[in-house]
């Protein structure tokens, strides 16, 4: 299954910086986007809204299923205000996950195969993931 990641920050700019990081890592094979404001081409500022992740979601029509990855509460409240406007709640599931490692763990599982159920797993796992062990 085609399978491909959104990034929704309020900083497109930061949603970019995770983008960079994850295909360093995972490599450029998957199809991410990235979502948010503040750019140098938007001078509304910083923000994110569900017209901008319709626009991603566009950019991905190719894609068989979708998994959004936010950083803070009112991006999961965009995208799910345009899953909703667009009946989309089959192709596109929101990942509860660290922004920055949840994005890697599901980018490198679905760079492997595996399916978006593991690739939400692996996100959701990040959590518990401690960055000095402790």
Same mark, same amino acid.
């Given at each position: 299954?085609?399978?491909?990641?959104?990034?929704?920050? =309020?900083?497109?700019?930061?949603?970019?910086?995770?983008?960079?990081?994850?295909?360093?890592?995972?490599?450029?094979?998957?199809?991410?986007?990235?979502?948010?404001?503040?750019?140098?081409?938007?001078?509304?500022?910083?923000?994110?809204?569900?017209?901008?992740?319709?626009?991603?979601?566009?950019?991905?029509?190719?894609?068989?299923?979708?998994?959004?990855?936010?950083?803070?509460?009112?991006?999961?409240?965009?995208?799910?205000?345009?899953?909703?406007?667009?009946?989309?709640?089959?192709?596109?599931?929101?990942?509860?996950?660290?922004?920055?490692?949840?994005?890697?763990?599901?980018?490198?599982?679905?760079?492997?195969?595996?399916?978006?159920?593991?690739?939400?797993?692996?996100?959701? =796992?990040?959590?518990?993931?401690?960055?000095?062990?402790?």
């Amino acid at each position: 299954m085609n399978t491909a990641l959104i990034i929704v920050s =309020h900083s497109k700019l930061l949603a970019l910086g995770v983008i960079e990081l994850v295909h360093a890592l995972a490599g450029d094979d998957l199809a991410m986007v990235a979502v948010g404001g503040g750019d140098e081409q938007d001078s509304g500022g910083f923000g994110v809204n569900a017209s901008m992740v319709l626009e991603a979601m566009a950019e991905l029509s190719n894609a068989d299923e979708i998994g959004m990855i936010g950083d803070v509460g009112s991006s999961f409240l965009a995208t799910g205000a345009a899953i909703e406007l667009e009946g989309l709640g089959g192709r596109v599931r929101m990942i509860d996950c660290p922004m920055v490692e949840g994005a890697i763990a599901c980018a490198m599982t679905l760079s492997m195969g595996g399916s978006l159920d593991e690739a939400i797993e692996a996100g959701q =796992h990040a959590w518990e993931v401690r960055k000095l062990g402790v």
